[in-house]
């Protein structure tokens, strides 16, 4: 394939003195508690980090991010400062929440697969008798999950153990539940607008040096976010159909097609160059119709040089 992408990160910004790498992004702490955060062009499905790379995939994930971030910023305050390269986000360091604070809408995906299996408690929070997959709430619903470690799978929690347990403070945790509130309110508006629904999300928050709780990583992506198009949505439900969605599940669906779901033993399947390019064209596709704009692809001869070089600039006007 032509087009280059980025897979792995080994900058050497000024004043850098750690570095994190996560499934798909990587984390740079320089001095002055200023975090530099490099989206790459991995793709992680089931845990699993594919062998190849997606091509836009970062600048897309980022872009949407720092977008949303600008769009809700009267809301709930972040963590970014700049944007100065398609694939990077440069912010204040903050010592991160140890929960995500998934919201739902509708009952999708884990939600539903809890109520299949007979649950009507999910994460302390009661789901009413009588749904079907993909039905609505009557309002949104908060389910958190622990932060996992690398490998790990997130673990659902309830507001009482969060506080019980001493992992988040009662006070601080009001507040991570008034933000995403807020938070998911505004994207179901923004996704509206856009003839889309915001299903189900995750937020995760921070607290900068100075005490201050902020949204931090990234936002309405759909990378952790699931979107269904508006249009058609009722009729698909009462006939019992499938939603149409705008997420990576068109991924995790191909791998199971291809016997891969992260489990012992299995191998994960090859993505020809004609696989991988469609998938850089859906990743795209989600792009215009979550922002509703036009994406415009990056210089990617030689991004690493690119981002090194757009780093640079930027700090020397810190």
């Known amino acids: 394939?032509?087009?280059?992408?980025?897979?792995?990160?080994?900058?050497?910004?000024?004043?850098?003195h750690s570095v994190y790498k996560g499934k798909v992004r990587a984390v740079y702490s320089?001095?002055?508690?200023?975090?530099?955060?490099?989206?790459?062009?991995?793709l992680s499905a089931f845990d699993v980090v594919m062998p190849k790379g997606i091509p836009f995939k970062g600048q897309i994930l980022n872009q949407i991010a720092t977008k949303f971030m600008a769009q809700t910023e009267d809301l709930v305050p972040n963590w970014l400062i700049a944007t100065p390269d398609p694939n990077v986000a440069v912010g204040h360091l903050c010592d991160p929440f140890k929960v995500e604070m998934v919201i739902r809408g509708y009952m999708s995906g884990h939600a539903a697969r809890e109520y299949k299996a007979g649950k009507r408690i999910l994460c302390g929070v009661a789901m009413p008798e009588?749904?079907?997959?993909?039905?609505?709430?009557?309002?949104?619903?908060?389910?958190?999950?622990t932060k996992a470690e690398m490998g790990d799978?997130?673990?659902?929690?309830?507001?009482?153990?969060?506080?019980?347990?001493?992992?988040?403070?009662?006070?601080?945790?009001?507040?991570?539940?008034?933000?995403?509130?807020?938070?998911?309110?505004?994207?179901?508006?923004?996704?509206?607008?856009?003839?889309?629904?915001?299903?189900?999300?995750k937020y995760e928050f921070g607290k900068t040096k100075g005490g201050k709780i902020v949204l931090i990583d990234e936002i309405h992506t759909p990378d952790s976010s699931r979107y269904f198009y508006a249009d058609g949505y009722q009729e698909r439900q009462d006939k019992g159909e499938t939603q149409k969605q705008?997420?990576?599940?068109?991924?995790?669906?191909?791998?199971?097609?291809?016997?891969?779901?992260?489990?012992k033993g299995q191998s994960v399947p090859e993505m020809?160059?004609?696989?991988?390019?469609?998938?850089?064209?859906?990743?795209?596709?989600?792009?215009?119709?979550?922002?509703?704009?036009?994406?415009?692809?990056?210089?990617?001869?030689?991004?690493?040089?690119?981002?090194?070089?757009?780093?640079?600039?930027?700090?020397?006007?810190?």
């Open 153 to 201: 799978h997130d673990e659902d929690i309830s507001r009482e153990d969060i506080i019980k347990k001493e992992i988040v403070s009662e006070a601080d945790y009001l507040v991570l539940e008034d933000y995403t509130r807020k938070l998911f309110q505004r994207g179901t508006e923004i996704a509206a607008s856009r003839g889309l629904i915001l299903v189900d999300t």
């Open 246 to 263: 705008l997420s990576k599940e068109f991924v995790r669906q191909w791998l199971i097609a291809n016997e891969f779901q992260g489990l």
């Open 30 to 42: 320089l001095e002055n508690d200023i975090l530099v955060m490099v989206a790459t062009d991995r």
């Open 272 to 318: 020809s160059d004609a696989y991988i390019t469609t998938v850089s064209e859906r990743y795209i596709e989600l792009y215009e119709n979550i922002m509703g704009e036009p994406f415009v692809k990056a210089d990617v001869s030689n991004i690493q040089e690119r981002i090194q070089n757009n780093v640079e600039a930027f700090l020397k006007t810190l």
């Open 1 to 16: 394939m032509s087009t280059q992408t980025i897979t792995d990160s080994n900058f050497n910004f000024p004043g850098q």
């Open 130 to 145: 009588g749904m079907k997959e993909n039905d609505k709430f009557p309002e949104p619903i908060i389910t958190p999950a």
